[in-house]
């Protein structure tokens, strides 16, 4: 059973379409934590899991880690591209072990994040 940490409630990654879907991962929860703690402010799950019907109408892509509860948009008053590369520096520091994936969306104002499949490399910036 997933656990709420400490500044984060499981029901913070709940579908926002009001379906009520919620398969996060407790390891999505451990690292929205450790990087709250790191970034020292507030940090707001802009989408944790989707249903595909939410998934759909924003655009997000079919099999979606959001879907599976693996993922989580994240935005905090540091703004997305602070927020990214102090991801980027716990990744480097070991302290992210679970993450796969990160990307800093600029023009949205968010990073997501995930713990996904491995992949080559563990960084994207898109718009």
Request: with cysteine; hydrophobic share 35%.
């Amino acid at each position: 059973m997933v656990q709420d940490t400490k500044n984060f409630k499981v029901s913070e990654f709940t579908c926002h379409c009001g379906c009520g879907k919620n398969n996060i991962e407790q390891q999505v929860m451990e690292m929205c934590q450790i990087i709250r703690e790191r970034a020292g402010v507030a940090v707001n799950i802009n989408s944790g899991c989707r249903c595909e019907k939410k998934n759909a109408a924003v655009g997000g892509v079919k099999n979606s880690y959001h879907v599976q509860g693996k993922a989580a948009d994240l935005s905090c008053s540091l703004g997305a591209k602070r927020l990214f590369a102090l991801i980027a520096d716990l990744k480097a520091k070991g302290k992210l072990p679970a993450l796969e994936w990160a990307k800093l969306y600029i023009k949205k104002n968010f990073v997501h994040i995930d713990c996904g499949k491995k992949r080559t490399y563990f960084f994207d910036v898109g718009d």
